[in-house]
């Protein structure tokens, strides 16, 4: 059974605070993603890796950071969590091809910064 | 711009009522992909199904159908005989050529099945 494993379920953290949210996954994938999920707006792609050390900016950067120094792991950083921080982190990897596959989604982790 | 519209926000239903899900999509490119994902109050989003441009055909998968219209841009998913289980947020989501390996996702539906 593949699987994107994030590491929490929920977490909570004080603002000014570095979090760091953990994805692995076990399908050898060269894409991983880490996307923000908010009410309305749906998925925006926060950053996005295609190999080990590789990453591309996505729609919504700004106060986030990520590392990927292993194939299966991709880490996103809050520097200095902020409350507008607060959503639900999800990620999600996929094989590098012509467009014929598809995502695969963790369970998502629900931040909350106070 | 919004590369994929799902203009209804929540839609409720009760079990055994039909229900279409619209999407709408823009892209410049010739060759593209749309899907669909279930995220169920679990969180965790499940793959539905794939389309690639060049295949306007129909799919039917049990309870499930998809209509792929390139003339109006529209990728709709129609769930027959609705269940309390179909109950999650929808999304329709594409990739385009020029990278394959970005996704846009639409804003997704809320879907509520009543028993």
């Known amino acids: 059974d593949v699987k994107v494993t994030q590491s929490s379920r929920y977490l909570v953290k004080r603002t000014g605070e570095k979090v760091f949210l953990e994805c692995v996954q076990d399908?050898?994938?060269?894409?991983m993603f880490w996307y923000r999920q908010d009410p309305g707006l749906g998925l925006r792609l926060i950053y996005f890796s295609y190999d080990v050390k590789m990453k591309e900016k996505g729609d919504i950067p700004e106060g986030y950071s990520v590392s990927r120094e292993k194939k299966e792991r991709f880490s996103l950083i809050l520097e200095s969590a902020s409350t507008n921080q607060t959503s639900m982190y999800l990620c999600?990897?996929?094989?590098?091809?012509?467009?014929?596959?598809?995502?695969?989604f963790g369970q998502g982790t629900r931040l909350t910064v106070v | 711009a919004q590369k994929v519209t799902q203009a209804q926000t929540e839609i409720s239903v009760v079990e055994k009522e039909d229900v279409t899900l619209d999407c709408v999509y823009e892209?410049?490119?010739?060759?593209?992909?749309l899907f669909w994902y279930k995220q169920p109050p679990s969180g965790e989003l499940v793959f539905l199904i794939r389309r690639n441009s060049f295949d306007e055909q129909n799919e039917i998968s049990g309870r499930y159908s998809w209509n792929f219209q390139k003339s109006t841009s529209s990728f709709n998913f129609t769930i027959t005989a609705s269940q309390v289980v179909d109950s999650a947020v929808y999304f329709c989501?594409?990739?385009?050529?020029?990278?394959?390996?970005?996704?846009?996702f639409g804003s997704g539906t809320k879907l509520n099945v009543k028993p």
């Open positions: 989501a594409l990739s385009e050529a020029y990278n394959f390996n970005k996704f846009y």
């Open positions: 999600a990897s996929s094989s590098q091809g012509a467009g014929d596959t598809e995502a695969f």
């Open positions: 399908m050898d994938h060269e894409n």
């Open positions: 892209t410049r490119d010739t060759t593209y992909y």
